[in-house]
């Protein structure tokens, strides 16, 4: 009965064994399963990581990329901007120089003539370009070709320079600048859009003609037609007397034009004029002396205008 009763106890023993043999392994299992799931997890976020990583090492060289060109524009603008400050003294006398500077227009009014050719024979000898306010004349063709030839301004003045015709309304004096107009572009093939009005802008000649408003009414109507008058404010006083003295021209023109750093000159290369031709040298020499560089009339020129 002992004998039975102890190989019980051992059965029972060794079942109880069993059964927490089993249990463990069991747990044991279930723990290495959560720590592989674990693992698992850790890979994972280790690659996310390594993803990321490598992502930002990209960013990285990208901005060290930008950054080494960023520093190249910025050197290459201080460059430029060295350049621009070494430069700066040059504008800045260039542009004081050009502020200024002192210009004379030489003008001609009532040619072309045959004084009007020594004048060109004298500009082209000096390098010097004028403005011809000109007449419409036969018998000068060659003329009238080679003040546009020689690089000078051939301009309107009037086709016949008489007050009572051209002064009567508008209308008779836009008939005389077109047929004058006209009479120049077939010669020259210029279309000049520049004129000057017989006795000036401000002429009370006109009034007996056209009424003291006539003016009022042709200087609008000229502007629209899209020319350019200038008159002047240096006055060579060579139409003040049938042949003026030529010493009272020169000393007209130099004592008025030191006054001015944009000096309109107005002379004549009229039949009669001679002693304008005679002037002129003396008149070049004297402009030079105070300054004056010498440019023929455009329609950028700066107005000078009595209205």
Known sequence: MAKKNSRTGIILLFTLLSIGLLGSTGWLMTQARGQNDILKSVQEQLKIAQAAKANLELQVQDLRTKNKQLTAQIQELNKSLQEMKDKMPEISDSLQSEENKKIAYLTFDDGPSANTIPILDFLKANHIKATFFVLKKEGYDDIYKRIVDEGHTIALHSSTHDYAQIYQNVDTFMNDMNTLSEHIKKLTGVETKIMRFPGGSNNRVSHRYGGSDVMSKIIPTVEEAGLVYYDWNVDSQDAA????????????????AKYNNNAVILMHDAAAKTTTVKALPSIVEGLKEQGFVFEALTTESEPVKFN
């Open 241 to 256: 007397k049938g042949v003026q003295d030529t010493q009272v021209i020169i000393n007209s023109v130099l004592s008025q």
